[in-house]
């Protein structure tokens, strides 16, 4: 049996963190000891394990949730987990997309410097140069010209 603060150290996760996903149900509610301390099992461990992987390869709590669901469940088709990460891949390649346009706005932008000073400045002209972004989802994305 583990504390809170041993599952903690074991996963990589912080101790709020573990509350949190017992509050919203991912983690499933710890056993207590007569003093009321927290204690976890070795499927507790894995889950956290489960979950902080997930994290850490960008799924949101929901695809989690959903990915559990499909673990806790033997014998299930890998077509519901296959899509789930598709999905996340299309989101990714999406991220990765605006990266590379952000990358090429910033080397033209730093390129097309050549060496004035102050207002003349080529990457504080393009800064205060407001038309050159566009927002897309609450993220800005750079205008190629």
Known sequence: MYTIGTLARRTGTKVQTIRYYEQIGLMPEAGRTSGGQRRYDEA?????????????????????????????????????????????LAQVQQRLARLRALEAELQRMIDSCDGHRGSDCRVLEVLRDHSECLTDHGSEAPVQS
């Open 44 to 88: 507790a461990l894995d889950r956290l394990a489960f979950i902080r992987h997930g994290r850490q390869l960008g799924f949101g709590l929901d695809a989690i949730r959903e990915l559990l669901a499909l673990n806790d469940q033997p014998g299930q088709s890998c077509s519901a987990s296959d899509s789930i990460a598709r999905r996340q």
